[in-house]
């Protein structure tokens, strides 16, 4: 193991370019990539090796690099700032339709809990908006979209800290063959009809495979039929008006749509709630009630009960009726 730590500091660490200690994220970001390179290509050779999560490979690496090593708490607080960081960067990507527009591509991640989601990625330093959207579609489903993308179609949103850009790219063939550039990234590509994303299937919701881009379906719906009419104005010889294309409506779409994170309710456990402390006033009324031979009515909103002690009473009135 100490042989391939020294290969990886000495590839990603050790001659990585000056602005990579600029600061701590940019530092991370290159121990992320010797975290990638040891998944993929060490452990793809040698499948004894550990397999290490993230925050574990960084305290390995922190402790094997001489260039690194320091206070093992102020490497924990600087990788949590790190991972809060990540979830700010700008992401890019795009939304692929057929030439029809009923039908989107998507990608699935590599492991099977994955959900499907759109071709996209975090920007990287001193990258602009298209480039980083071209770049994250062809590594993710070997597809160049250069000259393809409208700088105006398209849908952004902003989840929690994250602001995530989309360019909607229409035309592209079914047959067109995809294939991912990058290794343990994505497990399928497929196209999927746009009005089935969301719905039931099989008597079970299907939401969970597509919860990452359910904020963006009602909007690119909304495109798709604003596009549709603005094919038929076309078809008949009609002139489509700035005011009705559909840049226009989705930028006015955009400045009046608020997405907003759907909090999960929280549900006390079955066994919880018969282990909670049964109110004095409840349990002396039950008692009271079974003592009386259940000539005093007693409201059972919100019961609860110590089954002990009403056991015990049970068991003493039988006793005494026998």
Not at 95 to 112: C, H, M
């Amino acid at each position: 193991m100490k042989e391939i730590l020294d290969d990886l500091c000495s590839r990603f660490i050790l001659n990585c370019p000056d602005e990579a200690y600029d600061s701590y994220e940019r530092l991370f970001f290159q121990i992320e990539e010797a975290h990638w390179f040891y998944e993929d290509f060490y452990r793809e050779q040698q499948k004894s090796l550990p397999e290490f999560k993230f925050k574990e490979f960084v305290t390995l690496v922190f402790e094997h690099c001489p260039l690194l090593r320091c206070d093992p708490k102020e490497v924990e607080k600087h990788l949590e700032n790190f991972l809060h960081y990540k979830q700010r960067v700008n992401v890019y990507g795009a939304i692929i339709l057929n030439p029809t527009l009923d039908k989107v591509l998507l990608v699935k991640g590599w492991y099977s809990r994955s959900s499907w989601g759109f071709p996209r990625g975090k920007v990287n330093k001193n990258e602009n908006e298209v480039s980083c959207a071209i770049r994250e579609v062809f590594e993710e489903i070997g597809y160049d979209l250069t000259g393809m993308i409208d700088p105006n179609e398209f849908i952004e949103l902003k989840i929690r800290e994250q602001n995530i850009k989309l360019f909607i790219v229409h035309g592209v063939p079914e047959t067109t063959n995809f294939a991912p550039r990058t290794r343990k990234e994505i497990s399928k590509i497929e196209w999927h009809l746009v009005n089935d994303i969301g719905r039931p299937t099989n008597g079970k919701k299907s939401v969970n495979r597509y919860w990452t881009i359910m904020p963006f379906i009602r909007l690119l719906k909304k495109w798709i039929s604003v596009k549709q009419k603005e094919k038929r104005r076309r078809a008949t010889g009609k002139r489509v008006p700035h005011s009705m294309s559909s840049s226009t409506i989705m930028q006015s779409s955009l400045n009046n749509f608020e997405y907003k994170v759907p909090k999960m309710e929280t549900k006390k456990p079955m066994k919880q709630l018969f282990l909670e402390p049964a109110p004095v006033k409840q349990e002396n009324a039950l008692l009271e009630h079974m003592k009386t031979g259940g000539t005093k009515r007693t409201s059972m909103r919100n019961f609860s009960f110590n089954k002990d002690e009403i056991l015990s009473t049970f068991r003493q009135k039988v006793t005494t009726s026998v």
